[in-house]
């Protein structure tokens, strides 16, 4: 595994975690019926979803090539 593929799955398990993280936040704030409850599952869950899916989206777009050349042809 070269530096590239080695960076990709990096990434990957850190936006996977970020995903989790955000999901787990949500679910704990749908127990508790409190307007607090309802601004950390919008700000706090929100946030760590959309940031592990950014970066998961990040990660595919910024991968290297397979065959290790940059060119586009």
Known sequence: MNNGEGRLYRRMRVSGLLII?????????????H???FLSFMFIGGTLLISGVALYLY????????DGNNRLS
């Open 21 to 33: 993280a955000g999901l787990v936040v949500e679910l704990l704030s749908l127990v508790r019926i």
């Open 35 to 37: 307007p607090l409850a």
């Open 59 to 66: 990660s595919i777009v910024g991968a290297p090539p397979a």
